[in-house]
């Protein structure tokens, strides 16, 4: 009778799980489709089974949705990652100083290099979406939804994201790349609708540099 009770309930766990993915996530899209600017401070976590412990670094993100974008980060001081609406731009001087990658941007799809609109614009059209449980990130309460892609063209093979209880804003993404590679972000300090430096979402390359369009 014990064993038939388990199994009863690990039957129905998983369908009220998915169900309660579903108000997250509906929360975080339309938290989402609100911004129109958005500042934040990140740290980043890297872990590479094949190179062994974590790499992190730390800097600042900006978000003018749909198409611009940029990361300038302070830890390696000088890498920047910028969408500027027709280019991405890679310049990573703490490891490569004399080249920048350029990038046409995509017009929609998995590639776009705006990291809030890849997991909480149009999610549950993209992703199998199970509830995880609660979270807290920087003493804010946040749920965890697990994300499987369903569509092609997704670089990862999943996606844990902690949604804000407060505002639906995501404050954290753990990523299990497609190499296997993990990688995670978590937002603090977030600022909504306030106007961001012009320059944050302009990049010109460095003088002596060589710029390389795959």
Known sequence: ????????????????????????LETAESAYDKIVTLKAEFTQTIINPMLGGPEESQGTLYLSPPDRFSMRFNDPEGDRIVADGTWLWLFTPSTVPDQVIR???PSSGAATPNLFAQFVHRPLERYDATYVGADSVAGIPADRVRLIPRVDGIPFRQAVISVSRRDGIMRKVALVEESGQRRSLVFNSIEI???????????RPPDGTRIVTP
């Open 1 to 24: 009778m014990k064993f038939a009770t388990l199994l009863v309930a690990s039957v129905v766990a998983h369908p009220l799980a998915a169900q309660d993915a579903v108000p997250v």
């Open 193 to 203: 609708n306030r106007p961001i430096p012009a320059a944050e979402l302009i990049f």
């Open 103 to 105: 990038q046409t941007i």
